[in-house]
């Protein structure tokens, strides 16, 4: 009788591909990668924040894409992006704090982006998935270690 394999749980639906997923908590003025959770590709990112038990402050804005829509339920000062429909146009204060959004995210995007130089964050993770996470705290260390240059 064959023993069941253990990369089963690790397949997503589509392609039957072996996913990852990373979750970054970045300070938006020092641009310091704060922690990295890692997890299965097919899990939603809230599930994944509530899953890695980060604690944050409860007075210290928190600001999120469109994955986590709901968290203000758990943390009061969450801010996430309003989306726009045909028959519900954006009013004109839910554009400005959506742009005012973007524009404090762009530095995160910036940090995302010397992350993924590592071509372990751009392709396919196809080593010992119980090391990434080690792998990744080691990157994300390295990053914070790079100067920011503006």
């Given at each position: 009788?064959?023993?069941?394999?253990?990369?089963?749980?690790?397949?997503?639906?589509?392609?039957?591909?072996?996913?990852?997923?990373?979750?970054?908590?970045?300070?938006?003025?020092?641009?310091?990668?704060l922690c990295v959770a890692t997890g299965r590709g097919a899990t939603h990112d809230l599930r994944r924040l509530r899953e890695s038990k980060t604690q944050i402050y409860p007075d210290?804005?928190?600001?999120?894409?469109?994955?986590?829509?709901?968290?203000?339920?758990?943390?009061?000062?969450?801010?996430?992006?309003?989306?726009?429909?045909?028959?519900h146009p954006l009013m004109k204060a839910q554009r400005a704090d959506t742009r005012q959004g973007?524009?404090?995210?762009?530095?995160?995007?910036?940090?995302?982006?010397?992350?993924?130089?590592?071509?372990?964050?751009?392709?396919?993770?196809?080593?010992?998935?119980?090391?990434?996470?080690?792998?990744?705290?080691?990157?994300?260390?390295?990053?914070?270690?790079?100067?920011?240059?503006?």
């Amino acid at each position: 009788m064959n023993a069941p394999k253990k990369a089963t749980r690790l397949v997503s639906g589509n392609k039957k591909r072996h996913t990852l997923k990373l979750q970054r908590l970045i300070h938006t003025f020092t641009c310091q990668i704060l922690c990295v959770a890692t997890g299965r590709g097919a899990t939603h990112d809230l599930r994944r924040l509530r899953e890695s038990k980060t604690q944050i402050y409860p007075d210290t804005e928190r600001l999120a894409d469109a994955g986590y829509q709901g968290i203000h339920h758990q943390h009061a000062f969450t801010r996430t992006p309003k989306n726009a429909s045909k028959d519900h146009p954006l009013m004109k204060a839910q554009r400005a704090d959506t742009r005012q959004g973007a524009k404090v995210r762009l530095p995160v995007e910036h940090v995302i982006r010397r992350l993924k130089v590592f071509c372990i964050f751009k392709e396919t993770y196809r080593h010992r998935r119980r090391r990434v996470q080690l792998r990744v705290n080691l990157m994300a260390a390295l990053c914070n270690r790079i100067p920011i240059q503006t």
